[in-house]
Protein backbone atom coordinates (compact mmCIF):
# COMPACT_ATOMS: atom_id res chain seq x y z
CA UNK A 1 0.00 0.00 0.00
CA UNK A 2 1.30 3.68 -1.00
CA UNK A 3 0.07 7.08 -0.37
CA UNK A 4 0.56 10.25 -2.35
CA UNK A 5 0.77 13.62 -0.71
CA UNK A 6 -2.57 15.52 0.13
CA UNK A 7 -3.42 18.68 0.89
CA UNK A 8 -3.00 20.41 4.14
CA UNK A 9 -4.73 19.30 7.05
CA UNK A 10 -7.70 21.15 7.62
CA UNK A 11 -11.37 21.36 7.84
CA UNK A 12 -13.73 20.17 4.75
CA UNK A 13 -16.65 22.96 3.53
CA UNK A 14 -19.15 21.25 5.83
CA UNK A 15 -16.94 18.99 7.63
CA UNK A 16 -17.81 15.38 6.17
CA UNK A 17 -14.78 13.40 5.03
CA UNK A 18 -15.55 9.99 2.71
CA UNK A 19 -13.70 7.45 1.46
CA UNK A 20 -14.33 6.73 -1.68
CA UNK A 21 -12.96 2.89 -3.30
CA UNK A 22 -12.46 2.64 -7.20
CA UNK A 23 -11.72 6.15 -6.89
CA UNK A 24 -9.06 6.45 -10.19
CA UNK A 25 -11.28 6.52 -12.82
CA UNK A 26 -15.45 5.82 -13.91
CA UNK A 27 -18.56 5.86 -11.04
CA UNK A 28 -15.74 6.03 -8.46
CA UNK A 29 -13.79 9.15 -9.71
CA UNK A 30 -16.63 10.85 -10.81
CA UNK A 31 -18.42 10.21 -7.26
CA UNK A 32 -15.19 11.84 -5.62
CA UNK A 33 -15.58 14.82 -7.90
CA UNK A 34 -19.39 15.16 -7.29
CA UNK A 35 -18.95 14.64 -3.33
CA UNK A 36 -15.68 17.49 -3.44
CA UNK A 37 -18.09 19.98 -5.02
CA UNK A 38 -20.53 19.48 -2.21
CA UNK A 39 -17.78 20.13 0.39
CA UNK A 40 -16.77 16.70 1.46
CA UNK A 41 -12.80 15.92 1.67
CA UNK A 42 -12.08 12.71 -0.12
CA UNK A 43 -9.86 10.52 0.00
CA UNK A 44 -9.66 8.43 -3.34
CA UNK A 45 -8.48 4.58 -2.71
CA UNK A 46 -7.40 3.06 -5.65
CA UNK A 47 -5.31 -0.10 -7.18
CA UNK A 48 -3.63 0.51 -10.39
CA UNK A 49 -4.51 -2.64 -12.45
CA UNK A 50 -3.37 -4.10 -16.14
CA UNK A 51 -5.22 -7.67 -17.09
CA UNK A 52 -4.46 -8.43 -20.49
CA UNK A 53 -7.76 -9.51 -20.58
CA UNK A 54 -9.46 -5.83 -20.07
CA UNK A 55 -7.72 -4.80 -22.85
CA UNK A 56 -10.06 -6.99 -24.83
CA UNK A 57 -12.63 -4.91 -23.44
CA UNK A 58 -10.87 -1.45 -25.15
CA UNK A 59 -8.32 0.11 -24.61
CA UNK A 60 -9.78 2.97 -22.71
CA UNK A 61 -11.37 0.71 -19.81
CA UNK A 62 -7.56 -0.80 -19.79
CA UNK A 63 -6.28 2.94 -19.41
CA UNK A 64 -8.52 4.19 -16.98
CA UNK A 65 -8.17 0.77 -14.84
CA UNK A 66 -4.41 1.23 -14.64
CA UNK A 67 -4.61 4.54 -13.96
CA UNK A 68 -3.60 6.40 -10.78
CA UNK A 69 -5.87 8.08 -8.25
CA UNK A 70 -3.41 10.84 -7.54
CA UNK A 71 -5.07 12.44 -10.95
CA UNK A 72 -8.76 12.70 -9.11
CA UNK A 73 -7.41 14.12 -5.67
CA UNK A 74 -5.24 17.10 -7.99
CA UNK A 75 -8.25 17.59 -10.13
CA UNK A 76 -9.84 18.23 -7.06
CA UNK A 77 -7.16 20.15 -5.42
CA UNK A 78 -7.12 22.29 -8.09
CA UNK A 79 -11.21 23.24 -7.69
CA UNK A 80 -10.08 24.21 -4.07
CA UNK A 81 -11.33 21.50 -2.14
CA UNK A 82 -9.11 19.32 -0.32
CA UNK A 83 -8.54 15.45 -1.30
CA UNK A 84 -5.66 12.68 -0.96
CA UNK A 85 -5.01 9.51 -2.70
CA UNK A 86 -3.86 6.39 -1.12
CA UNK A 87 -3.25 3.05 -3.18
CA UNK A 88 -4.28 -0.19 -1.56
CA UNK A 89 -5.24 -3.59 -2.50
CA UNK A 90 -8.42 -4.18 -1.42
CA UNK A 91 -7.97 -7.79 -1.39
CA UNK A 92 -5.32 -7.48 1.64
CA UNK A 93 -7.61 -7.30 4.80
CA UNK A 94 -5.15 -4.94 6.22
CA UNK A 95 -6.05 -2.28 3.88
CA UNK A 96 -9.65 -1.07 5.45
CA UNK A 97 -7.49 -0.27 8.59
CA UNK A 98 -5.00 1.34 6.42
CA UNK A 99 -7.20 3.49 4.35
CA UNK A 100 -9.60 4.91 7.85
CA UNK A 101 -5.94 5.60 9.08
CA UNK A 102 -4.94 7.88 5.90
CA UNK A 103 -8.06 9.72 6.00
CA UNK A 104 -7.85 10.32 9.24
CA UNK A 105 -4.16 11.78 9.57
CA UNK A 106 -4.86 13.57 6.25
CA UNK A 107 -7.80 14.81 5.99
CA UNK A 108 -10.33 14.04 9.56
CA UNK A 109 -12.21 11.56 10.43
CA UNK A 110 -14.07 8.97 8.01
CA UNK A 111 -18.25 9.61 8.20
CA UNK A 112 -18.85 8.27 4.18
CA UNK A 113 -17.83 5.69 3.13
CA UNK A 114 -18.89 4.54 -0.68
CA UNK A 115 -17.93 0.93 -1.71
CA UNK A 116 -17.29 1.22 -5.03
CA UNK A 117 -14.21 -0.58 -6.15
CA UNK A 118 -14.59 -4.24 -7.92
CA UNK A 119 -12.61 -7.28 -8.37
CA UNK A 120 -14.69 -7.75 -11.39
CA UNK A 121 -13.85 -10.76 -13.83
CA UNK A 122 -16.40 -12.95 -16.01
CA UNK A 123 -16.61 -16.33 -15.27
CA UNK A 124 -19.52 -19.09 -15.78
CA UNK A 125 -20.71 -22.51 -15.28
CA UNK A 126 -21.23 -22.70 -19.13
CA UNK A 127 -18.31 -24.00 -21.54
CA UNK A 128 -19.04 -21.32 -22.84
CA UNK A 129 -15.45 -18.90 -23.96
CA UNK A 130 -17.13 -15.81 -24.26
CA UNK A 131 -20.44 -13.63 -23.76
CA UNK A 132 -23.05 -12.67 -26.08
CA UNK A 133 -21.07 -9.62 -27.01
CA UNK A 134 -17.98 -11.46 -27.13
CA UNK A 135 -16.37 -10.83 -24.22
CA UNK A 136 -13.85 -13.70 -22.66
CA UNK A 137 -15.29 -15.88 -20.28
CA UNK A 138 -13.65 -17.98 -17.39
CA UNK A 139 -14.51 -21.48 -16.04
CA UNK A 140 -15.93 -20.87 -12.46
CA UNK A 141 -12.84 -21.66 -10.24
CA UNK A 142 -11.40 -20.81 -6.67
CA UNK A 143 -9.27 -18.03 -8.12
CA UNK A 144 -12.22 -16.26 -9.62
CA UNK A 145 -14.47 -16.78 -6.94
CA UNK A 146 -11.38 -15.82 -4.41
CA UNK A 147 -10.77 -12.05 -6.38
CA UNK A 148 -14.52 -11.17 -6.55
CA UNK A 149 -15.72 -12.07 -3.18
CA UNK A 150 -12.18 -10.75 -1.11
CA UNK A 151 -12.73 -7.22 -3.74
CA UNK A 152 -16.75 -6.98 -3.56
CA UNK A 153 -17.27 -9.08 -0.10
CA UNK A 154 -15.01 -8.88 2.68
CA UNK A 155 -13.62 -4.88 1.74
CA UNK A 156 -16.99 -3.77 1.79
CA UNK A 157 -17.86 -5.84 5.42
CA UNK A 158 -14.16 -4.93 6.15
CA UNK A 159 -14.47 -0.76 6.16
CA UNK A 160 -18.25 -0.93 7.09
CA UNK A 161 -16.77 -2.49 10.03
CA UNK A 162 -13.96 0.28 10.61
CA UNK A 163 -16.65 2.36 10.02
CA UNK A 164 -18.17 1.25 12.96
CA UNK A 165 -16.52 0.86 15.57
CA UNK A 166 -14.15 4.54 14.96
CA UNK A 167 -17.68 6.26 14.67
CA UNK A 168 -19.06 4.74 18.06
CA UNK A 169 -15.44 5.20 19.82
CA UNK A 170 -15.32 9.18 18.90
CA UNK A 171 -19.38 9.13 19.75
CA UNK A 172 -20.32 10.51 16.20
CA UNK A 173 -23.89 11.13 14.99
CA UNK A 174 -24.16 10.66 11.53
CA UNK A 175 -22.73 8.95 8.61
CA UNK A 176 -23.36 8.03 5.18
CA UNK A 177 -22.68 3.94 3.67
CA UNK A 178 -23.28 3.61 -0.46
CA UNK A 179 -23.05 0.32 -1.84
CA UNK A 180 -22.47 -0.29 -5.91
CA UNK A 181 -24.50 -3.57 -6.86
CA UNK A 182 -24.56 -5.62 -9.84
CA UNK A 183 -26.92 -8.63 -11.02
CA UNK A 184 -30.27 -9.40 -9.85
CA UNK A 185 -32.98 -11.92 -8.10
CA UNK A 186 -31.55 -14.71 -10.49
CA UNK A 187 -28.34 -13.93 -10.33
CA UNK A 188 -25.81 -12.42 -12.87
CA UNK A 189 -25.83 -15.26 -16.00
CA UNK A 190 -22.58 -15.12 -17.86
CA UNK A 191 -20.96 -12.85 -14.67
CA UNK A 192 -21.43 -15.50 -11.40
CA UNK A 193 -19.23 -14.33 -9.05
CA UNK A 194 -19.14 -11.07 -9.42
CA UNK A 195 -23.20 -11.14 -9.12
CA UNK A 196 -22.56 -13.59 -5.95
CA UNK A 197 -19.92 -11.10 -4.42
CA UNK A 198 -22.24 -7.98 -5.26
CA UNK A 199 -25.38 -10.01 -3.65
CA UNK A 200 -23.16 -10.60 -0.53
CA UNK A 201 -22.26 -6.88 -0.24
CA UNK A 202 -25.88 -5.76 -0.51
CA UNK A 203 -26.38 -8.37 2.59
CA UNK A 204 -23.63 -6.65 4.73
CA UNK A 205 -24.90 -3.13 3.84
CA UNK A 206 -28.55 -4.22 4.62
CA UNK A 207 -27.75 -5.76 8.21
CA UNK A 208 -25.66 -2.17 8.56
CA UNK A 209 -28.71 -0.03 7.78
CA UNK A 210 -30.44 -1.82 10.66
CA UNK A 211 -27.53 -2.47 13.10
CA UNK A 212 -25.90 1.29 12.41
CA UNK A 213 -29.10 3.54 12.97
CA UNK A 214 -28.39 4.39 16.29
CA UNK A 215 -25.63 6.28 15.29
CA UNK A 216 -27.00 8.18 13.02
CA UNK A 217 -25.76 6.12 10.00
CA UNK A 218 -27.63 5.40 6.66
CA UNK A 219 -26.60 2.79 4.51
CA UNK A 220 -27.95 2.23 0.67
CA UNK A 221 -27.23 0.22 -2.25
CA UNK A 222 -27.43 1.81 -6.10
CA UNK A 223 -27.59 -0.64 -8.89
CA UNK A 224 -26.24 1.34 -12.08
CA UNK A 225 -27.75 0.90 -15.49
CA UNK A 226 -25.60 0.33 -18.02
CA UNK A 227 -22.66 2.70 -17.24
CA UNK A 228 -20.03 3.57 -19.67
CA UNK A 229 -16.91 3.63 -17.59
CA UNK A 230 -14.80 2.99 -21.03
CA UNK A 231 -15.88 -0.36 -22.09
CA UNK A 232 -19.14 0.23 -23.11
CA UNK A 233 -19.19 -0.99 -27.10
CA UNK A 234 -21.46 0.06 -30.00
CA UNK A 235 -22.19 -3.74 -29.98
CA UNK A 236 -23.45 -3.17 -25.99
CA UNK A 237 -24.99 0.25 -27.25
CA UNK A 238 -27.23 -1.90 -30.05
CA UNK A 239 -27.54 -4.42 -27.41
CA UNK A 240 -29.66 -1.54 -24.27
CA UNK A 241 -31.55 -0.10 -27.53
CA UNK A 242 -33.24 -3.11 -28.05
CA UNK A 243 -33.90 -4.88 -24.58
CA UNK A 244 -36.91 -4.59 -23.10
CA UNK A 245 -35.57 -3.71 -19.35
CA UNK A 246 -32.88 -1.70 -20.08
CA UNK A 247 -33.49 2.07 -21.26
CA UNK A 248 -30.33 4.42 -20.67
CA UNK A 249 -26.73 3.88 -21.09
CA UNK A 250 -25.47 6.47 -18.22
CA UNK A 251 -22.58 8.30 -17.82
CA UNK A 252 -20.31 8.30 -14.83
CA UNK A 253 -21.39 11.38 -13.39
CA UNK A 254 -24.74 10.82 -13.50
CA UNK A 255 -25.01 7.76 -11.28
CA UNK A 256 -22.35 10.12 -8.77
CA UNK A 257 -25.42 12.63 -8.57
CA UNK A 258 -27.02 9.71 -7.31
CA UNK A 259 -24.65 8.38 -4.65
CA UNK A 260 -23.59 12.00 -3.53
CA UNK A 261 -27.52 12.76 -2.62
CA UNK A 262 -27.41 9.46 -0.77
CA UNK A 263 -24.52 10.61 1.17
CA UNK A 264 -26.20 14.25 2.34
CA UNK A 265 -28.72 15.49 5.03
CA UNK A 266 -31.20 15.60 2.65
CA UNK A 267 -31.37 11.79 2.71
CA UNK A 268 -31.70 11.01 5.85
CA UNK A 269 -34.38 8.82 5.40
CA UNK A 270 -33.37 6.71 3.30
CA UNK A 271 -31.82 3.65 4.73
CA UNK A 272 -31.39 0.46 4.07
CA UNK A 273 -32.73 0.33 0.42
CA UNK A 274 -30.95 -0.62 -2.51
CA UNK A 275 -32.01 1.72 -5.10
CA UNK A 276 -32.30 0.80 -8.75
CA UNK A 277 -31.25 3.26 -11.56
CA UNK A 278 -32.87 2.93 -15.38
Keep these: MTDTPSAPVGTSANGHVAIVTGA ?3 IGAATARALAVRGVAVLCAYLRLRDPEEAEQGERYAEARAASGEAVAEEIRREGGRAAAFEADLADPASAAALFDAAEERL ?10 SGWIQDTFTPDAVDALGRPMRPVSAETWSRQFAVDAMSPALLIGELAR ?3 ARGARWGRIIGLTSGGDLGFPSEVSYGAAKAAQNNYTMSAALELGDLGITANVVLPPVTDTGWVTDEVREFVASSASHFHVASPDEVAEVIAYLASDEASLITGNVITLR
Design 166 to 168: RSR
Design 108 to 117: GPVDILVNNA
Design 24 to 26: NHG
